[in-house]
């Protein structure tokens, strides 16, 4: 799971918030049944959901923290090697170029 990509981690955070907002409408709906295991259930459920909803947000303060050391990290290595930096920069626009040129 480590090797996801940025947009597989939105795709995945996207996903949970849908389900997360599906469940509350259900919570919602069934609020007027009464019934010894159905209070139980919606308790269980209520009691996940809120487990969901603070890792998702634990999840997304980590991708944010992450995100930010990375952009730190490059930005002290631009300032650092400004020469290499222009380098690595090059290349990859050449690289691309050709790519892009190939279709």
Do not use: C, Y
């Amino acid at each position: 799971m480590t090797d996801m990509t940025a947009v597989q981690k939105d795709k995945l955070m996207s996903n949970l918030r849908e389900v997360i907002a599906d469940a509350e409408a259900l919570l919602r709906m069934t609020a007027d049944q009464a019934g010894e295991g159905t209070a139980d259930i919606r308790s269980r459920v209520q009691a996940r959901m809120n487990q969901a909803k603070a890792d998702l947000v634990r999840l997304q303060e980590s991708a944010v923290a992450k995100a930010k050391a990375a952009g730190h990290a490059t930005d002290e290595f631009v300032h650092d090697n400004p020469w290499q930096s222009i380098g690595i920069a090059a290349g990859v626009g050449l690289v691309l170029g050709l790519l892009v040129g190939r279709r």
